[in-house]
């Protein structure tokens, strides 16, 4: 994760044959927007509000938006810490040092709308998060993106947890899920292997980071880039479509 200027801007790529799994070259008949974030990473909440920017800018509301699992540090501890002590540390600053650099993200979300108090944040393992993400896909695929919403908002804006059952179970109700099937959810080891998978799919597709986007499997983004390069990558996609 990257907390320092901005993310490295560059067009949209066509993918070639990195297809990898059955839905390789089958068009759905909506469009197919598959996100690769993690819910702890400033940049991809920014880069799905742009993207959401773009699709309404082109007043596409028939697209089907997945989520594709992504830990920036599969090894993080499962007892949080306050992200600005994780920042110093890992970058040999002092906290006031990585406070400034935190700024200058929380700057980057202003513009887009988003109220990011990031000195709030805690760090920890999100392998609960994701699983409880693609389950609700797998549920109900509205309540899911409603759910990941929700779980962007309450940790980069709201200084709320998104590691511990309770945390989750609490961000499911918000996104209308039922409390006791997200809490058998989180009890047992469904979607691990699934967790894994979608890190090891990103890897085929050249992704080194998120966010990454991919449209209709042909069509990749890096990075949350300005809107101007998705509406870009959803024009070519249209176009692909006839």
Known sequence: ????????????????QHHSDGDAGCLTAAMRIEIWADVVCPWCYIGKRRLQT????RGLEDVEVVHRAFQLDPTASTVAEPTVDHLAAKYGVSREEALAMMANVTEVAAAEGLDYRLDLCMTGNTRDAHRLLLWA????P??????IDAMYSAYFEQGRGVFSSDDLVALAIDAGLDADAARDLLAGAAYLDQV??????ARTFGAEGVPFFVIDRAYGISGAQPVEVFLNALDQAAA???
């Not at 773009?54 to 800018?57: D, E, N, P, R």
């Open 142 to 147: 509205v309540s899911a993106q409603r759910l």
């Open 240 to 242: 692909a479509r006839g």
């Open 1 to 16: 994760m990257e907390w320092t200027g901005t993310q490295r801007e560059a067009d949209a790529t066509r993918l070639g």
């Open 196 to 201: 894994v998978q979608d890190q090891v799919l």
């Open 137 to 140: 896909q797998d549920t109900d």
């Open 54 to 57: 773009a699709l309404a800018a």
